[in-house]
């Protein structure tokens, strides 16, 4: 089997030099690609995480505060993080009252039990090793604090799948040549797609990491999932003989 684009450019620094040459029509491209689902895909996400005022909540992977800015406008105190430099300052010129940092979701630049509520919007995928970012928001956020995962997925209807990995296949590249200034970066957005794990998959993480109701629901028929899972408010909920126990999605 070849190596593909997502497998070479996994390197850190590689994906945030990607994003830095499309930060600029990233938002658009997403529209575009997605016929507009990008959006609504947004919209319940920030129904999932329920922001509330006051609330301290990290955007991991934020880009350019697309996700972060609706749940700042119902009083959150949102902190945009992201590995991109060019996502960072195209995001502070959109978003000037939100907050951005520059860092890394394999080693989250914050203490332990900062956060109510992480959020990350297609960007797991996009960490070298996902399974040390869920650690890590584990790690900052508040016991009984919660996480929200929307990310790509793998629908599970034989046809709707089929007709997915057509669209990708076939229309994705084209509208990149004629729209986009890095049409190589979405090359890598595809193969990023067909080699991420399934829902099952990514719950089994969550738990992994010690979150505990861990649930996840299918959008546009599984083209996306929307996961969600919260750190016991007691330690010793999140023991391995407990993940084990639960067996099962909620």
């Given at each position: 089997?070849?190596?593909?684009?997502?497998d070479?450019e996994?390197q850190?620094?590689?994906?945030?030099?990607m994003?830095?040459?499309?930060?600029?029509?990233?938002?658009?491209m997403?529209?575009?690609m997605t016929?507009?689902?990008?959006?609504?895909?947004?919209?319940?996400?920030?129904?999932?995480?329920?922001?509330?005022t006051g609330?301290r909540?990290?955007d991991v992977?934020a880009g350019?505060?697309?996700?972060?800015?609706?749940?700042?406008?119902q009083?959150a105190l949102?902190?945009?993080l992201?590995?991109?430099?060019g996502?960072?300052?195209?995001?502070?010129?959109r978003?000037?009252?939100?907050?951005?940092?520059?860092g890394s979701?394999?080693k989250l630049?914050?203490e332990?039990g900062?956060f109510?509520?992480?959020t990350?919007?297609f960007?797991l995928?996009n960490v070298q090793q996902p399974?040390?970012a869920?650690?890590?928001?584990y790690?900052?956020l508040?016991?009984?604090g919660?996480v929200?995962?929307c990310?790509?997925s793998?629908?599970?209807?034989?046809f709707?799948?089929?007709?997915?990995?057509?669209?990708m296949?076939?229309?994705?590249p084209?509208m990149a040549k004629l729209?986009?200034?890095?049409?190589d970066?979405?090359?890598?957005?595809?193969?990023?797609i067909r080699?991420?794990?399934?829902q099952?998959?990514?719950?089994?993480?969550l738990r992994?990491a010690?979150?505990?109701?861990v649930?996840?629901?299918?959008?546009s028929?599984g083209?996306?999932?929307l996961h969600?899972g919260?750190?016991?408010?007691s330690?010793e909920?999140s023991m391995?003989s407990?993940?084990k126990a639960?067996?099962t999605?909620e």
């Amino acid at each position: 089997m070849g190596v593909s684009a997502a497998d070479q450019e996994k390197q850190p620094e590689d994906v945030a030099r990607m994003f830095d040459d499309t930060a600029k029509r990233y938002d658009f491209m997403n529209t575009l690609m997605t016929f507009g689902q990008a959006q609504l895909w947004r919209v319940q996400m920030t129904r999932a995480v329920d922001p509330k005022t006051g609330e301290r909540i990290l955007d991991v992977a934020a880009g350019t505060g697309a996700s972060a800015a609706p749940m700042a406008k119902q009083g959150a105190l949102v902190t945009c993080l992201d590995l991109s430099e060019g996502m960072i300052e195209e995001g502070r010129r959109r978003h000037p009252d939100l907050e951005f940092v520059h860092g890394s979701a394999e080693k989250l630049p914050f203490e332990d039990g900062t956060f109510d509520a992480i959020t990350i919007t297609f960007g797991l995928r996009n960490v070298q090793q996902p399974k040390a970012a869920l650690a890590e928001f584990y790690r900052v956020l508040k016991p009984g604090g919660r996480v929200v995962v929307c990310e790509f997925s793998r629908p599970p209807v034989k046809f709707v799948r089929r007709g997915y990995d057509a669209y990708m296949k076939l229309a994705i590249p084209g509208m990149a040549k004629l729209m986009s200034s890095n049409p190589d970066s979405y090359q890598y957005l595809i193969d990023s797609i067909r080699s991420w794990p399934d829902q099952q998959t990514l719950s089994l993480w969550l738990r992994t990491a010690g979150f505990t109701r861990v649930a996840h629901r299918n959008l546009s028929m599984g083209v996306v999932a929307l996961h969600r899972g919260h750190k016991p408010r007691s330690p010793e909920l999140s023991m391995p003989s407990v993940l084990k126990a639960r067996g099962t999605d909620e």
